[in-house]
């Protein structure tokens, strides 16, 4: 929780085990078979600096950071979004998982990070899981493992270098 | 703050949960006409994300029973049950679990539980603390309680976690019974112990 890891290697697994209202940000660049994982808590951070990954509006530019470094491209880079289920209405009362789940949107926006899929809502809890250089998948508790996104051989990251060639 | 509590508030804290735990096993015992052991509980100041693994195995699915706590010192009272634990308690009470009786009979419990438990801590500190109407679910242990505790620590990150250990003497049944003070509610059950924080 209010972590993040990084992994570019094929058959590296990240994996955020059971978020309920909190949201797995994962960034890929299929390409380069780099991937990041966040645990993304809390929409706002409201100037509070650490944990970064915590907060939405925070842990998106760390996120970026962290997978730049190492060895992604910018322009490459696809996020996919996994949680925000609205769990027991204790405590403040407010659905905190769609808060979150639109703060993590409304930073992927500032930073122009392309959506390639959502799998957000509901009142379950999820596990995400980011296999390098095979799949994305989510997973309800005690449920099958849904693909969300394929590595898969054709990579829109080697198209963009073929384009490039041709000029 | 719970970010700065000392060993004597911790040590003061956890004497609040015994007692109060003491209470709520009496009237869980009462209701179930069963004997209910006790363990002693722990009072743990920790970052959120050991907060989630001091409360067992994130994958592991469990029953959580859960009731907001408001008035002078809100939070959370969070109960978590394995899923042979919650059947052992609905057999117990004569109701099919897995059903919407069984939940609602599991809801019961932890009503009986959180407003004995919040009873006993608000006539030792004078607070008040009222217990919410209790939801059910069955899920992962992890998104249950990173849920409820994300609420309660707000943008610190320490959480305060007050937890004992209910058995059923006899029984397959183990209850994890935890209360979750939000971040700047717990000077407030510290002051009159004369350990609070002088500063807030």
């Known amino acids: 929780m209010g972590e993040l890891a990084v992994a570019g290697t094929v058959g590296d697994e990240l994996v955020a085990i059971g978020l309920g209202s909190c949201i797995g940000l994962a960034l890929v660049d299929r390409a380069a078979n780099v991937a990041g994982l966040a645990h993304v808590v809390l929409p706002d951070s409201q100037g509070q600096q650490v944990p970064r990954a915590k907060f939405a509006d925070t842990a998106v530019p760390e996120l970026i950071a ?34 979150n789940a639109e703060a993590v949107r409304e930073a992927l926006g500032r930073e122009r990070i392309r959506i390639h899929v959502e799998e957000v809502g509901g009142n379950r809890g999820r596990t995400a899981r980011v296999i390098i250089g095979t799949e994305i998948t989510s997973q309800l508790a005690g449920g099958p493992r849904t693909s969300l996104l394929s590595f898969g051989p054709q990579r829109p990251g080697s198209t963009l270098r073929t384009v490039g060639a041709l000029r | 703050m719970p970010d700065h509590l000392t060993e004597l508030q911790l040590d003061a804290l956890r004497e609040l949960a015994n007692i109060s735990s003491g209470t709520a096993a009496t009237s869980l015992s009462q209701m179930l006409g069963r004997d209910v052991d006790l363990s002693v509980p722990r009072a743990l100041a920790l970052p959120l994300a050991d907060a989630v693994e001091a409360a067992g195995d994130p994958a592991e699915t469990v029953t959580g029973i859960g009731l907001e706590v408001t ?24 109701v099919e679990p897995g059903t919407e009786v069984g939940d609602s009979a599991l809801g019961e419990i932890g009503n009986i539980l959180g407003a004995s438990y919040l009873n006993a801590l608000s006539s030792m500190t004078g607070m008040s603390l009222l217990p919410g109407t209790p939801q059910v679910m069955t ?18 990150d320490i959480a305060l ?40």
Request: aromatic share 2%.
């Open chain 1, 66 to 99: 962290c997978v730049l470094a190492a060895g992604a491209l910018r322009r490459r880079l696809e996020a996919v979004l996994i949680g925000g289920a609205r769990m027991f209405s204790v405590g403040a009362s407010l659905d905190v998982g769609a808060r």
């Open chain 2, 139 to 156: 899920d992962l242990l992890g998104a249950i309680v990173a849920s409820v505790l994300a609420q309660s620590v707000g943008h610190g």
């Open chain 2, 71 to 94: 008035g002078d010192v809100p939070g959370a009272v969070l109960l978590l049950v394995p899923p042979e634990g919650a059947a052992t308690l609905c057999s117990l009470l004569g």
């Open chain 2, 161 to 200: 976690v007050l937890d004992s250990e209910l058995d059923i003497t006899g029984e397959p049944c183990a209850i994890s019974f935890m209360l979750l003070p939000d971040a700047d509610g717990v000077n407030d059950l510290l002051a009159p112990l004369g350990v609070g924080d002088p500063a807030s």
